[in-house]
């Protein structure tokens, strides 16, 4: 997968002054939109759509150094206008183009190129598993994403689950792993950037369908299912393990990602320093 991640910076750097769609990279490669997208930003750590940005008005900036035309530059970047295009490299750069010819300032964003630092050589445990489809009842709420330590708004939802709706779920369980389990799904694109919102829901996973008032369903499709189970300090092992899949597994594994909740668990049966967790992702093979 790395190789086709380079492949289409070389397709970007050579297609830049065009209107270039996610859509498109993502055939070209041969890949899934949404795990061109996640992957992308796990392991670049910015969405590709703010990398293309970043790039275009790099090569704009180095125009501008030239002294080119601004409405030359403006056109040359997809842009009709050169106050559409002045007003969105300010809010790039900190400068309109005019300043940036006249002082000759010079910023710059960097081609990515992709490769695997190996490290340690550190094995990573998981399974692959089908599983028919399911429903996940419980509570859920937007929330900020935030990538270390325990989220706020995560606990708070957790502690307003009332005795009855704690009551509820338990009559539905009957799915592995029959607790309480963590769902996250509606990502905003800057996930990666630790920016935007996501919907999180805590509840259990069941055959049966909601019909409690006061709480909510998700319906979850048959899927394919990479389970990394883990063990350690909670939550840095979890957290960890959620960075490895990411930046470690997924580009050299022969799974792609599919649009479905991203579900984990913990077990706290022991001390803090030796819990165990699972996260699963639903995948399906490139």
């Known amino acids: 997968m790395l190789q086709s991640f380079n492949e289409i910076m070389d ?49 704009a900036n180095e125009q501008l150094i030239q002294k080119k035309n601004v409405t030359d530059v403006a ?3 997809g842009y009709l206008s050169v106050e559409g295009f002045s007003r969105a490299f300010r809010e790039w ?14 910023q710059s964003y960097s081609k990515l190129t992709f490769y695997i630092d190996i490290r340690g050589g550190e094995t990573m445990e998981f399974k692959i598993e089908h599983k028919e489809a399911f429903n996940i009842v419980g509570v859920k709420a937007t929330v900020p994403i935030q990538f270390e330590g325990e989220n706020n708004h995560i606990v708070n939802l957790a502690e ?19 607790q309480i389990i963590n769902a996250s799904y509606n990502f905003d694109d800057k996930r990666l950037e630790e920016k935007g919102q996501l919907t999180h829901m805590i509840g259990f996973l069941t055959t049966e369908d909601n019909t409690f008032e006061d709480l909510e369903q998700v319906n979850v499709e048959k899927h394919t299912w990479a389970i990394f189970p883990n063990t350690g300090p909670f939550p840095n092992t979890l957290q960890d393990t959620w960075a490895k899949i990411y930046s470690e597994w997924l580009p050299s594994s ?21 819990v165990y ?7 399906k093979e490139k």
């Open 11 to 59: 397709y970007v750097e050579l297609h830049i002054e065009e209107d270039l769609k996610v859509d498109e990279l993502a055939k070209k490669a041969g890949l899934s939109v949404y795990h061109l997208k996640r992957t992308f930003s796990f392991i670049a750590g910015i969405s590709i759509g703010e990398y293309i940005k970043n790039r275009k008005f790099t090569l």
């Open 75 to 77: 056109l040359r970047f």
């Open 93 to 106: 750069s900190g400068y309109l183009p005019s300043e940036v010819i006249k002082n000759n300032i010079q």
């Open 160 to 178: 307003s689950i009332t005795k009855q709706q704690k009551a509820e779920m338990h009559r539905l369980k009957g799915l592995y792993p029959n």
């Open 254 to 274: 022969k799974y792609e990602l599919v649009k479905a909740p991203e579900i984990s668990f913990t077990q706290f049966d022991s001390s803090e320093d030796n």
């Open 277 to 283: 967790s699972e996260i699963w992702l639903a995948v």
